[in-house]
């Protein structure tokens, strides 16, 4: 039988601090945290190396948009230490359930660069093999990924596994019911999940004060029973040390978390957006000097940790992978219709198979007229 | 035999696919010691524990999206929504992650899960406890949406859509619940994408599933006292659809009418009814009729009874079936000889 109580039977997780968790300065000074250490100057040049090259990869996916190369593309820029320091902070067994924007944070998981983009290309829905790179599909409806994320971790618990899932969502997400319904569900199964919220202050149009009135996005996990941590966004540092323990706690059996980290959309929220129509570009210059490679940059170079060949390096590995994109992606192999019929039930219906036919059909008569 | 309800049929599937493979959990509101709000999932919980068949928090978006997650990692989750209507909030879930995940990946992920939906009315039910959503479901690309009519089907296709390498809708017809049959474990019917034939008929062909099977064995009954031969084929099989058992039997009768208890308009009847026209329009003798629920919000208990199609009206639908045209009457294919009925006699 089951049984109730007419009191609480759980203490409050402690509130998240309304000023961001910071270890790194916008100059690029050290700043002491009682509860998150640095990481050791090995994982910084890591986290510098992943930014760099990711602004790289993200530059590039924006002039193939502009160039009709892509059919859209949602920028990360300026949110290169969510991406990067979240990402870096998994384990190799642990999943990743991105979104749209995190293509940076793909490419740091190592998924190949043109997958990453056949989405955003228009060749397929995904385009890279979610159980080799442990990363679900990017996901378009916004939260909906969440409970998967839930789920699988919950599954793999069950199992005996220790690994943890890590959900990327935005800001606007934290509206969407499904993002309640994760954050509920993770907690009450006690699901070795950590959901990082990039609030990058920007719902398309829709400032963040708009979705919310929650102190910070954190605070929301206070109502669940979950802990709730609120970062610096835009300090890579912070954001790995503060994932890095979440996900820990998450995988030890301590529970899920949510980390809102503070950061910036600096570009438009994809090519075809026109934020002169909602923004000011004096509030996107304000976030320039905040930006999170100049940071890290400074702080290494600083304590003598970075030298120009080092950083020439980074550049040099972001280049070469801008290369081999732009040369892949010029690539006009058609994608092929028969595809169209082909994952649709795991094995062919009739009447998919007689639709299969008659667009062949239609394909080799537009052919014959051409 | 004993004879077993649909109900008790649903959970020994259940009870067999939980004892078959460790893969298998099922979870859902009020499926753990309660045994659900219908007992289907009774006695599961103390069976196999709790960590094979549970209580999740009241939430039907997360209940679905979660299963998703667990079938990624290789669980077989069946989930259940309470009652037709309250399975709406997992509709996104449903429609763009359920559906979607195998032709997304390009078949390197699938989701084998079942969504189980008591479904339809008839059972003096307050608002949002019937409706019918079999076209929400039917109308989504990859999907499998299956619904039994007998107990031996329930377990039957029950076993087979938790088996299913893709994620199945398995609609159950609660007024039809306690419908009693002869039920032996272990043993399969028919593949749960195939229609049969119910009852053989020379004159006409009356397509049900789930609920309205019943409805139109019944009204073959009815009609044989006239002289009238009907055909009922059960589809089971909603999406994909069983072109070619369903057009067979309407070449063989030259004359269909679709039953189901959903509102007509945009129904799942009227893709039955276009089926059937584009297949056997030379062999029709009529047009296809459909019989349904009218096109209303599910009407409240007191006056579900008008709404829900019945022998009754199924038969005036059968009258209209231009027997005028023809030169026997109905029921003389079966080389009865005699007078053309007058029509008004056929619908009696």
Request: glycine content about 10%; overall charge negative.
């Amino acid at each position: 039988m089951e049984r109730t109580d007419d009191r609480p039977d759980q203490a409050s997780p402690p509130l998240p601090s309304l000023e961001p968790i910071r270890l790194v300065d916008q100059r690029g000074r050290r700043v002491d945290d009682p509860v998150h250490h640095s990481p050791d100057h090995a994982v910084l040049l890591r986290l510098l190396r992943g930014m760099v090259v990711g602004r790289r990869f993200d530059r590039q996916a924006g002039a193939l948009a502009r160039q009709g190369r892509l059919a859209v593309y949602p920028s990360s820029f300026g949110q290169e230490a969510c991406q990067v320091g979240g990402v870096l902070a998994m384990r190799a067994d642990d999943w990743l359930f991105p979104t749209y924007r995190d293509s940076v944070a793909l490419v740091t998981r190592g998924v190949d660069p043109v997958g990453v983009l056949t989405l955003l290309r228009g060749d397929w829905h995904s385009g890279y093999d979610p159980n080799r790179y442990r990363c679900a599909p990017q996901c378009t409806p916004l939260a909906t990924n969440a409970p998967h994320a839930v789920g699988l971790a919950h599954a793999a618990r069950r199992a005996g596994s220790d690994l943890a899932a890590l959900v990327m969502m935005g800001d606007g997400a934290t509206s969407e019911g499904d993002a309640h319904e994760a954050y509920n569900f993770a907690a009450v199964w006690n699901a070795p999940v950590v959901f990082l919220v990039q609030n990058n202050q920007w719902a398309i149009s829709v400032p963040v004060r708009k979705q919310s009135r929650a102190p910070t996005l954190a605070h929301k996990a206070i109502g669940y029973g979950m802990r709730g941590h609120h970062v610096d966004g835009n300090d890579a540092a912070a954001v790995y040390a503060v994932v890095s323990r979440a996900l820990a706690d998450a995988r030890a059996g301590r529970g899920p978390a949510i980390v809102e980290a503070r950061t910036y959309r600096m570009d438009p929220h994809t090519n075809s957006d026109a934020p002169q129509r909602y923004r000011d570009d004096a509030e996107v210059e304000r976030w320039r000097a905040r930006d999170p490679v100049d940071r890290l940059t400074a702080l290494l170079r600083a304590e003598g940790r970075l030298d120009d060949a080092a950083l020439a390096g980074f550049t040099q590995e972001g280049e070469e992978l801008a290369a081999d994109l732009r040369e892949r992606m010029a690539d006009e192999d058609a994608p092929d219709p028969d595809e169209l019929f082909a994952h649709v039930l795991a094995a062919p219906t009739a009447q998919l198979t007689e639709q299969r036919a008659a667009l062949r059909d239609e394909v080799r008569k537009e052919a014959g007229h051409g | 035999m004993a004879e077993t309800t649909m109900a008790q049929a649903l959970n020994l599937a259940l009870r067999d696919a939980l004892a078959e493979d460790p893969s298998v959990v099922v979870y859902g509101e009020d499926v753990g010691p309660l045994g659900g709000v219908f007992r289907v999932t009774d006695g599961l919980t103390a069976e196999f524990g709790e960590d094979r068949c549970f209580d999740s928090p009241l939430a039907e978006a997360g209940i679905v999206g979660t299963a998703v997650g667990m079938a990624m990692y290789g669980l077989r989750p069946v989930v259940e929504m309470q009652f037709d209507a309250f399975g709406y909030p997992a509709f996104e879930q449903v429609v763009s992650h359920v559906a979607k995940t195998r032709n997304r990946t390009r078949g390197r992920v699938s989701l084998p899960m079942v969504i189980r939906v008591p479904y339809g009315g008839g059972i003096g039910g307050v608002e949002h406890h019937s409706d019918s959503s079999e076209a929400y479901y039917a109308h989504t690309p990859g999907l499998r949406v299956v619904t039994p009519s007998t107990p031996a089907d329930a377990y039957s296709m029950l076993r087979e859509a938790v088996e299913s390498p893709d994620p199945v809708v398995f609609l159950e017809p609660k007024r039809r619940y306690w419908t009693k049959g002869e039920v032996e474990r272990g043993t399969r019917t028919e593949p749960m994408d195939r229609a049969v034939v119910r009852r053989r008929g020379s004159d006409v062909t009356l397509i049900a599933y789930g609920p309205t099977v019943a409805t139109a064995l019944e009204t073959a009954e009815a009609a044989a006292a006239e002289g009238v031969g009907v055909e009922v084929v059960d589809l089971r099989g909603l999406s994909p659809f069983d072109d070619a058992t369903v057009a067979d039997s309407v070449r063989g009768t030259g004359r269909a009418v679709v039953v189901h208890e959903a509102p007509v308009f945009g129904g799942y009847g009227a893709e039955v009814a276009a089926r059937v026209t584009e297949r056997c329009f030379h062999y029709l003798e009529a047009p296809v009729l459909r019989v349904g629920g009218f096109d209303i919000p599910y009407p409240p208990p007191r006056l579900e009874e008008h709404h829900l199609p019945g022998v009754d009206r199924i038969l005036d639908a059968i009258a209209r079936l231009q027997w005028e045209s023809r030169w026997v009457s109905p029921g003389a294919r079966a080389g009865a000889a005699g007078e053309p009925l007058p029509v008004a006699e056929v619908g009696a």
